[in-house]
């Protein structure tokens, strides 16, 4: 059968991703440090509820918590040997709140650990950590992939990979950039477009990184060469930290123009990362259809 999220992109109609879940979730309550993973677990009723606010605002597909769902960053977390629980969980919780109004796709994050030669990650391990991930999503039944916030085209491959090698679902993989067009391990958005299309990957772009100027500035160069169709999901811009508070200075209407710019440049994916909230969905949602 046709794919329907294939299908709109076919179209080149716009799709409107979720925002921020981890800021989010420390609004809630999440501590700082702790696993948002764990949340799954010990506070189902606040997952849902982010995601449920975000299917409100608009957006197409929301996001599994289950960005570092993998074995080592669990692990780390005081919660090794929980891969299918935490990512299974993940998945019910977003079904459950998106009741058939919007797509799940399933958070697949960096490991933590850097890629040889600069850490001990070798690619044949870094695809036994993933293919353990995108199974269990794609059991827990995933409408999509998002492999999201990499550096490394060596890792985020390595989870394409896995995602195509044992499924037929879209996967979209995103990059985290400065606004000299990098990653934090110097990769550059033509080579990044390049290695997830070899990959077997359906949709390339930027996450996170350095706010909207810096998504902008991924996205120009994508637009040079990749093929493949352009994501975007920028942060609320730079956080300043007031007291214990922490503040994101871009607005909801503010992102509802980026988003336009972003649409501008190529973008048909679009929505928000750190700091983000169901207002800034909400708003892009309705500047953009």
């Given at each position: 059968?046709?794919?329907?999220?294939?299908?709109?992109?076919?179209r080149?109609e716009?799709?409107?991703?979720?925002g921020?879940?981890?800021?989010m979730l420390?609004?809630?309550g999440l501590?700082?440090?702790?696993m948002?993973?764990?949340?799954?677990?010990?506070?189902?009723?606040?997952?849902?509820?982010?995601?449920?606010?975000?299917?409100?605002?608009?957006?197409?597909?929301v996001?599994t918590?289950?960005?570092g769902?993998?074995a080592?960053?669990?692990t780390?977390?005081?919660?090794?040997g929980?891969v299918?629980?935490?990512?299974h969980?993940?998945?019910?919780l977003?079904?459950e709140?998106a009741?058939?109004?919007a797509?799940?796709?399933?958070s697949?994050g960096?490991?933590g650990?850097?890629?040889e030669?600069?850490?001990p990650l070798?690619i044949?391990?870094?695809?036994?950590i993933?293919?353990?991930?995108?199974?269990?999503?794609a059991e827990?039944?995933?409408?999509l992939?998002?492999v999201?916030t990499?550096?490394?085209?060596d890792?985020?491959?390595a989870?394409v990979?896995?995602?195509?090698?044992h499924?037929d679902?879209?996967?979209?993989?995103?990059?985290a950039?400065?606004?000299?067009g990098r990653?934090?391990?110097?990769l550059r958005?033509g080579?990044?477009?390049?290695?997830v299309?070899e990959?077997?990957?359906?949709?390339v772009?930027?996450?996170c990184?350095?706010?909207?100027?810096?998504?902008?500035?991924?996205?120009?160069a994508?637009?040079e060469s990749?093929?493949?169709?352009l994501?975007?999901k920028?942060?609320?811009?730079i956080?300043?930290?007031?007291g214990e508070?922490?503040?994101?200075?871009?607005t909801p209407?503010?992102m509802a123009?980026?988003a336009?710019?972003f649409?501008?440049?190529g973008a048909?994916?679009i929505g928000?990362?750190c700091g983000?909230?169901?207002?800034h969905?909400a708003a892009?949602?309705a500047?953009l259809?």
């Amino acid at each position: 059968m046709p794919n329907p999220i294939i299908e709109k992109l076919e179209r080149g109609e716009i799709i409107i991703g979720d925002g921020a879940f981890g800021t989010m979730l420390q609004a809630a309550g999440l501590g700082a440090g702790a696993m948002p993973e764990a949340w799954n677990v010990d506070h189902p009723d606040a997952v849902r509820a982010v995601h449920a606010q975000y299917v409100a605002a608009g957006a197409d597909y929301v996001t599994t918590n289950t960005f570092g769902a993998t074995a080592p960053r669990l692990t780390d977390g005081g919660l090794g040997g929980r891969v299918a629980e935490m990512n299974h969980l993940g998945v019910a919780l977003a079904r459950e709140a998106a009741a058939g109004r919007a797509w799940v796709a399933g958070s697949v994050g960096p490991t933590g650990q850097l890629m040889e030669p600069y850490g001990p990650l070798s690619i044949a391990r870094a695809e036994e950590i993933y293919a353990e991930q995108v199974l269990a999503l794609a059991e827990a039944g995933v409408d999509l992939f998002v492999v999201e916030t990499h550096h490394d085209a060596d890792e985020a491959c390595a989870a394409v990979r896995m995602a195509r090698q044992h499924t037929d679902l879209p996967i979209f993989c995103t990059f985290a950039f400065n606004k000299r067009g990098r990653t934090m391990m110097g990769l550059r958005p033509g080579e990044a477009a390049r290695r997830v299309q070899e990959a077997g990957g359906t949709v390339v772009g930027a996450n996170c990184g350095d706010g909207p100027e810096a998504v902008a500035a991924a996205l120009a160069a994508f637009k040079e060469s990749a093929t493949l169709p352009l994501l975007a999901k920028a942060n609320a811009g730079i956080p300043q930290v007031s007291g214990e508070t922490t503040v994101w200075d871009v607005t909801p209407e503010q992102m509802a123009a980026h988003a336009r710019r972003f649409v501008e440049l190529g973008a048909v994916v679009i929505g928000g990362c750190c700091g983000t909230t169901p207002a800034h969905i909400a708003a892009l949602a309705a500047a953009l259809k």
